[in-house]
């Protein structure tokens, strides 16, 4: 038996205002998206701000259902907004924030698993990593310089093709 370590870094700020001011502006504008968000059932707001390589902003947010299982998450209301509209632009940067409507969240939230392996897709096709930025309300940020290094063991379509 062998063990195999895998290894990944993110970045760490006390404060926002440490990142370069446009990685502050897109934070920002993730703000304004997970104010926007449709959450009554979970009452937990997320909100994504992507950069495209032209500098067009998407804006997606978590988007809730009375049938729980058809809502979706902030980020990939975000990503496929942008495949949907701006097909074969380049993805630089995604800013995400969160917050409960009924606490302070003082934490990154880091993407669910099924966001990670969606967003891991664009980053493969683009063939350029995006850097990921999360931020609570208050608190740390973290920065990721990619996809890969939140989902460092991901899921390939290699798997889905015999040799
Ligand atoms: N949510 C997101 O928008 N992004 C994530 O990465 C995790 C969770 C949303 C889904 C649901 O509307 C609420 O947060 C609570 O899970």
Redesign the pocket.
Known sequence: MQKITIQTEIECYENSDELHASEQHLLKLSMEAKDAAY?PY?R?K?GAALLLDDGTIVKGN?Q?NVAYPS?L???RVAIFAAGANFPGKQIKKIAITAASMDFPSDHPVA??GA?RQTMLEYELNQGEEIVIIMKGTTGKTYRSISVRQLLPLFFHEDGLKSK
Do not use: K, L
């Open positions: 959450a979970s937990f997320v978590n809730e809502g998450c902030a980020e993407p669910c966001c």
